[in-house]
């Protein structure tokens, strides 16, 4: 579980008052680095990526990890936002 306080910290920065996208980002990838099978981790990072900074494709790459290390984050939302050829 040494990954635990870099996703914290993910959150942290993530949410008020800091909305610092780019640092959480950062303390993500690197609990993906010691625990690259935290998908809740990917599809959190496909929606930041997105959604607050306009890095679609990299959003969609995520989100395409997420849903292949855990099928049920599969949704239609998601599908729709991330797969199709609109976005």
Do not use: M
């Not at 625990?35 to 890095?55: C, E, V």
């Not at 969609?60 to 599908?79: F, H, S």
């Amino acid at each position: 579980n040494e990954y635990v306080p870099f996703t914290n910290l993910g959150n942290l920065f993530l949410g008020e008052p800091f909305n610092n996208y780019e640092v959480a980002i950062n303390y993500y990838f690197k609990s993906l680095s010691i625990n690259p099978h935290q998908s809740s981790i990917y599809y959190g990072l496909a929606w930041i990526f997105a959604q607050k900074l306009n890095r679609k494709e990299e959003g969609r790459i995520c989100y395409k990890t997420a849903i292949r290390l855990d099928p049920r984050l599969k949704n239609e939302l998601g599908d729709k936002f991330f797969l199709s050829d609109n976005n």
